[in-house]
């Protein structure tokens, strides 16, 4: 069974520039969730998608942004990029439905740059 | 304040010693306590997930839980260079908010 897949590994991208990741989720989970990781702060939640909806976001600015299409991959997009954004950005997927622990199973990450 | 505090090390021992790792979390009202394993320049994985107050056991791998202290546990017994990874504690409602991690390095 595939595991969760992101794409690409690497950006470099400007400041002021836009970023675009995917992440297509494990076969028959429909929630997908993006953290970053920036050194030494740990993952920090970034966005909750499930059934193609928007059901929670952190506290991120409005410049992440993101959706989930039908078929529950996702795309995380980071507008006007500041040097800070340069991060690993982690995509994990889950098929929760309650109860119990929602166990999330993550991809490698795409690593973000910022010049 | 932080949902999940941990110390983020790094910590460095012997090859077979015992790994202690800690984690204090805020809220009273989490139920699922998780550790992720994470080697360099991979994704986090699923070690193992204990339910509210006690002791979980998973080879040489015990996960433990005082919720009155709001306190959680990672120990590694007779730890092998393969378990050098960063360990990152979480804590689960409907996501799972993770503490720093803490790098963990075993030499042989």
């Known amino acids: 069974e595939a595991g969760v897949t992101q794409s690409p590994t690497h950006l470099i991208k400007t400041r002021g520039q836009q970023a675009t990741l995917r992440c297509s989720p494990i076969s028959g989970h429909t929630s997908v969730y993006w953290y970053q990781q920036a050194l030494g702060l740990g993952l920090q939640f970034l966005l909750w998608y499930d059934e193609g909806e928007e059901r929670n976001r952190g506290n991120f600015p409005p410049r992440f942004s993101g959706r989930q299409f039908p078929n529950y991959s996702s795309e995380l997009n980071v507008n006007a990029l500041e040097l800070e954004d340069s991060a690993l950005y982690l995509c994990a997927s889950s098929s929760y439905r309650g109860p119990g622990a929602n166990v999330l199973t993550f991809g490698a990450g795409s690593r973000l740059t910022v010049l | ?108």
Do not use: H
């Open chain 2, 1 to 108: 304040q932080k949902e999940v505090e941990q110390d983020p090390g790094p910590l460095s021992v012997p090859e077979g010693a015992i790994v202690s790792l800690n984690c204090t979390y805020s809220n009273s009202a989490f139920q699922y306590f998780m550790w992720y394993r994470q080697y360099s320049r991979k994704g986090p994985e699923l070690l193992m997930y204990t339910y509210s107050s006690g002791n979980k056991e998973d080879g040489r791998f015990t996960a433990q839980v005082d919720k009155s202290s709001k306190y959680i546990s990672l120990f590694i017994r007779d730890s092998q260079p393969s378990d050098s990874a960063t360990y990152l504690c979480a804590i689960n409602d409907y996501k799972l908010s993770f503490g720093a991690g803490t790098t963990v390095t075993v030499r042989a």
